[in-house]
Nanobody, 117 residues
């Protein structure tokens, strides 16, 4: 069974930094995509940073230049370095994995809260 465990959330003042980590387990496939999503109260969940199976990286415009995603493919871990945080970055942050494409299958972590004041 696929499992994802996030860690590293917390509270920080605007302009500060946080680092999130995600550990994925329970699968053997070497072809998978890992990504970070977030959901603020009253808003839809949005993808913010991800790494495809070929190693290509993408960011949402809202975090580009401030957030950096990193992946250890062999260990199936995903990191997210968040700098210059803004109050609008406040959200629950989720790690997710997909093997056949985001429209076909997604497994989610339990989420970690990030609060920027």
């Amino acid at each position: 069974q696929v499992q994802l465990v996030e860690s590293g959330g917390g509270s920080v003042q605007a302009g500060g930094s946080l680092r999130l980590s995600c550990a994925a387990s329970g699968f053997e496939s070497a072809r998978y995509c890992l990504a970070w999503f977030r959901q603020a109260p009253g808003k839809e969940r949005e993808g913010i940073a991800g790494v495809d199976s070929d190693g290509s990286i993408s960011y949402a415009d809202s975090v580009k230049g401030r957030f950096t995603v990193s992946r250890d493919h062999a260990k199936a871990t995903l990191g997210l370095e968040m700098n210059t945080l803004k109050p609008e970055d406040t959200a629950m942050y989720y790690c997710a994995v997909s093997f056949m494409g985001w429209a076909l299958d997604v497994s989610w972590g339990q989420g970690t809260q990030v609060t920027v004041s």
